[in-house]
């Protein structure tokens, strides 16, 4: 992450839970469910920037990823089995080792690297960023050093929660206070809504293409949807 951007209290609560990170029942069972929804919009853009064929299994082959706040590992790795040369990046050095251990067990060949995204060199033509826009002290700074790592042809997709009453009742009041997501995970107040952060893309020189929710419903779960209220998904290229 960039410098002036790393909360050292938001590193630890996820540092706290890197040993039960790749357990699908365990206090990141959130992601585990938040990770097919998210692929599944990573593939759609994937497609319609690159013109690849919707049934190539290895739609990034030739590419590279960057992956920013990478955690132990949940999304990179789908990301290199797509076919890209893969980077994950991560402040906590406590879960790059989980990743480099899952990475090595699967026979996966990622780059993992602790520290801040300000020190990584290179462009890459594909960057994901994943919840963590939320969690950095300095998020206009952030998304221009995001912009800086983005090749000049590639693709950026970031997620996170919108600042609406919805998403403070289902991920703190109910999703903290009951357990599923690990107490003290979100601050409200850093929540940012789809129209700040197109306004920070702007700023980062970078173009909105795209506005897809995560919307979450007793019959279907977590889901792609129109609905943008409890988190959403954008994706972005160079001005």
């Known amino acids: 992450m960039v410098k002036a951007s790393i909360v050292p209290g938001e590193v630890?609560?996820?540092?706290?839970?890197?040993?039960?990170?790749?357990?699908?029942?365990?206090?990141?069972?959130?992601?585990?469910?938040l990770n097919p929804v998210r692929l599944k919009y990573v593939r759609d853009q994937i497609d319609q920037h690159w013109q690849v064929d919707e049934c190539s299994?290895?739609?990034?082959?030739?590419?590279?990823?960057?992956?920013?706040?990478?955690?132990?590992?949940?999304?990179?790795?789908?990301?290199a089995r797509l076919g890209a040369k893969v980077t994950g990046i991560d402040a906590a050095p406590e879960l790059i080792a989980v990743a480099q251990d899952?990475?090595?067990?699967?026979?996966?060949?990622?780059?993992?690297?602790?520290?801040?995204?300000?020190?990584?060199?290179?462009?890459?033509?594909l960057i994901t960023?994943?919840?963590v826009i939320e969690h950095v002290a300095d998020p206009a700074a952030f998304v221009g050093t995001l912009g800086q790592r983005l090749a000049p042809s590639g693709l950026l997709i970031l997620s996170t929660p919108n600042a609406t009453s919805w998403s403070r009742l289902l991920m703190i009041t109910l999703?903290?206070?009951?357990?599923?997501?690990?107490?003290?995970?979100?601050?409200?107040?850093?929540?940012?809504?789809?129209?700040?952060?197109?306004?920070?893309?702007?700023?980062?020189?970078?173009?909105?293409?795209?506005?897809?929710?995560?919307?979450?419903?007793?019959?279907?779960?977590?889901?792609?949807?129109?609905?943008?209220?409890?988190?959403?998904?954008?994706?972005?290229?160079?001005?």
């Not at 299994?57 to 990301?79: F, H, I, M, N």
């Open 57 to 79: 299994r290895t739609p990034l082959a030739g590419k590279t990823a960057l992956d920013v706040g990478c955690g132990a590992g949940l999304l990179a790795e789908p990301l």
């Open 12 to 33: 630890k609560q996820f540092a706290a839970q890197a040993s039960d990170w790749w357990d699908p029942n365990g206090p990141e069972a959130m992601l585990h469910k």
């Open 129 to 131: 960023c994943m919840e």
């Open 175 to 239: 999703g903290e206070g009951l357990g599923s997501i690990p107490k003290g995970t979100h601050d409200f107040e850093r929540f940012i809504s789809p129209d700040r952060m197109k306004i920070l893309l702007s700023g980062a020189g970078l173009k909105c293409l795209d506005v897809e929710g995560i919307a979450w419903s007793p019959a279907r779960g977590l889901h792609l949807s129109d609905d943008v209220r409890l988190n959403y998904l954008v994706s972005a290229v160079r001005q």
């Open 102 to 125: 899952h990475a090595r067990a699967g026979g996966l060949d990622i780059d993992y690297r602790a520290g801040e995204l300000a020190e990584l060199e290179g462009q890459f033509d």
